[in-house]
C-alpha cells in the first residue's frame, strides 16, 4: 500500500493591513487562532474584534447576570495580550443566536466600519473534523461572517447602514475560518505561541470551570498540540490554520 499524501499548507497572504475577527463568544479566537493574532500585530498590522456575544450562559456555575460582564472583561484582556485594543459587541443572546438577515447585518455594519481587507472567523460547519458537534453559534456566527463580508459591499443590502454614515466597504479580499476540517493555509505560530498562552489564560474563570487541570498546564498543552499537529503539514514549523476563501 501506498502511504497517504499529506497536502501542504500555503502561507497565508501578507499583502494586507487590516483585519477584523468576528466570532461568537469570549474566548472562541483563543482556542482558535491567537497565535496567528499575535504574529500579525507583531508585524504592524491592525486587527480588531467584534464577538456576537459576552458569552454569558456559558459557566454553570454562574448566573448570565454576573457571567457576561466578567468574561467580556477576560475577552478584553485576553485581546490586550496579543496586541488587540478595540473589541466589540454586538448583544445577541448566547447559546440561541440566530443566522439570518438581523446578524448579517449587524456583521456588515462591523465591515462597514472596520474596512478590513481580511475578515477571520471560526468553524462553521456542522461538526468539528466529522467528531464533534458543533455549537449552532459558531454555525450560525461563521456563515453570516461569510455572507456578510459581501453585503457589506452592496449599497442596496442594508441600505439603511448608508443612512447612518456606514458606506458600502467592497474591500474584503479573504475571509478565512479557523478550526476548519479542510484547512488550505497556515501561519507560522512561532512568534506568537506564547503569548497565544497568555492571551487564553486571561480566560481563567472559564478555563477553571470546564477542567481540573492546572490552567497553564491544559492552556499550553492545548495550544502546543494543535499548533504542532499543524505544523505537519507546515514545514514543521507550529502553526495555525485556516481555511481561505476570496473575494
Not at 21 to 27: G, L, Q, R, T, Y
Not at 190 to 204: D, F, I, K, N
Request: overall charge negative; hydrophobic content about 40%.
Amino acid at each position: 500500500m501506498t502511504e497517504p499524501t499529506i497536502t501542504p499548507l500555503q502561507p497565508m497572504p501578507d499583502d494586507w493591513q487590516r483585519a477584523l475577527a468576528v466570532v461568537a463568544h469570549p474566548d472562541d479566537l483563543e482556542y482558535g487562532c491567537s497565535a496567528a493574532i499575535a504574529a500579525w500585530t507583531g508585524a504592524g498590522r491592525e486587527i480588531a474584534y467584534v464577538l456576537a456575544t459576552r458569552g454569558e450562559a456559558g459557566i454553570d456555575t454562574l448566573e448570565p447576570a454576573r457571567c457576561g460582564p466578567l468574561r467580556e472583561r477576560e475577552q478584553r484582556a485576553s485581546a490586550a495580550v496579543v496586541g488587540v485594543s478595540v473589541v466589540e459587541f454586538l448583544d445577541h443572546e448566547d447559546g440561541v443566536i440566530e443566522y439570518g438577515t438581523a446578524l448579517r447585518r449587524d456583521i456588515a455594519a462591523a465591515v462597514r466600519r472596520h474596512r478590513p481587507e481580511l475578515v477571520i472567523t471560526l468553524n462553521h460547519r456542522d461538526t468539528w473534523g466529522g467528531v464533534a458537534w458543533n455549537t449552532p453559534d459558531h454555525v450560525a456566527v461563521g456563515r453570516a461572517t461569510l455572507d456578510a463580508a459581501a453585503d457589506a459591499g452592496n449599497r442596496w443590502i442594508f441600505p439603511d447602514l448608508a443612512e447612518q454614515g456606514l458606506e458600502p466597504w467592497n474591500g474584503v479580499r479573504w475571509v478565512a475560518v479557523a478550526g476548519s476540517s479542510t484547512p488550505t493555509h497556515a501561519v507560522d505560530a512561532t512568534a506568537g505561541l506564547e503569548r497565544a498562552v497568555r492571551s487564553l489564560l486571561e480566560h481563567r474563570t472559564y478555563i477553571e470551570a470546564l477542567t481540573d487541570e492546572d490552567p497553564e498546564t491544559y492552556v499550553r498543552g492545548f495550544l502546543t498540540r494543535h499548533a504542532e499537529a499543524t505544523g505537519e503539514r507546515f514545514g514543521g514549523r507550529p502553526a495555525v490554520a485556516f481555511k481561505l476563501f476570496s473575494r
